[in-house]
């Protein structure tokens, strides 16, 4: 795919930026400060997790969004258990050996979603290394389960790389998903350090793979800024992406889950993701959700609809308009 050249080499940074002198601690700025989550529809889907014994990467991955989202009653599920096989430097999700595949979870996913009257549902899962398709049945079902209950629902999977396995990520993609999300995360030259287990060019061939497969759906990525890239190298994810013909974009800022947990290098300011948005939006993604608290999953009912202008035909607008929010209030 032909991408447009950006300049690669940028003016000085604006003003605000907060950087890292070395071996000195990064202070959060102010505008990554989050009201602590609480009110009736927060305390309803967490109650409705726990009954249903299920998971969400807002609560395993420290969301700052998970206040926000819950009140608008969307949520990320997290299937698969909540125990990762990798260990990602930056990842707050448990790593270890998890435990065994449940079958029956795409069943009680699907319920919450009737119960919850979602138009508009994520599914991600940890890395599941020790099952043969990595999980790829799971999301599958879990497809077809909300599909059976809920036929006017919009079903995005972020998925592992499953190691690169073609036949794994088919068993998804023949399940037809709206959106087959994959994140990028960091710069190539950071991947040794922030995630070890991952290869650059195997998330950049599962996401063509899987425009490839579904031509007619829609594909998202991520990148995840303040790990320790320069600017240019964020550009080149872009790019990279883009040759993937990736249709939608995020970009958010690292926190440090915890003291283990790989540092912050520094602090990119909104007019900076602003200007990252711009740059995206010229190299031709349909949607770019640029900001310090995007995360991958924060209003994605928003990005289906403004995305879905090119290559989604099965769906129409207004199904997609009042995502999450309810049917009919």
């Known amino acids: ?67 926000d989202c819950w009140e608008h009653k969307a949520a990320t599920f997290m299937i698969l258990g909540d125990v990762c096989t990798r260990n990602c430097t930056y990842c707050a999700v448990s790593h270890g050996t998890p435990k065994a595949f449940d079958p029956l979870e795409p069943v009680r996913l699907a319920e919450a979603v009737a119960r919850m009257e979602l138009q508009h549902v994520v599914i991600t ?8 398709n990595g999980g790829a049945e799971a999301f599958a079902g879990c497809i077809l389960e909300i599909r059976r209950r809920m036929p006017d629902t919009t079903v995005e999977v972020l998925i592992p790389d499953f190691k690169g396995s073609e036949h794994a990520l088919a068993i998804v993609m023949e399940a037809r998903p709206d959106i087959l999300n994959h994140n990028l995360e960091t710069a190539e030259r950071l991947y040794r350090l922030a995630r070890p287990g991952g ?8 996401l063509a793979r899987a425009r490839q497969m579904r031509p007619d759906g829609l594909t998202k990525s991520g990148v995840i800024l303040g790990m320790g890239e320069e600017w240019d190298e964020v550009v080149v994810c872009m790019r990279d992406l883009r040759r993937s013909d990736v249709n939608i974009l995020t970009l958010g800022q690292y926190l440090r889950p915890s003291g283990s947990h790989l540092p912050v290098a520094r602090y990119y300011t909104p007019a900076e993701f602003d200007e990252l948005r711009d740059i995206g939006l010229g190299l031709g993604f349909t949607h770019v959700q640029s900001s310090p608290l995007t995360r991958s999953s924060y209003h994605a009912w928003e990005q289906v609809t403004a995305a879905q202008g090119r290559g989604h035909s099965e769906r129409s607008e207004g199904s997609l308009v009042q995502a999450i929010e309810g049917r009919s209030g």
């Open 1 to 67: 795919m032909a991408v447009p050249l950006v300049q690669l080499t940028r003016s000085p940074s604006p003003s605000g930026t907060v950087g890292a002198a070395p071996g000195n601690p990064v202070r959060k700025p102010s505008w990554l400060k989050v009201r602590a989550p609480g009110g009736p529809n927060y305390a309803q889907i967490k109650g409705l997790m726990r009954e249903l014994e299920l998971h969400t990467v807002c609560e395993e991955a420290r969301c700052p969004n998970v206040g």
């Open 125 to 132: 899962s940890v890395d599941r290394d020790d099952l043969p």
């Open 199 to 206: 290869r650059y060019a195997r998330a950049l061939e599962l």
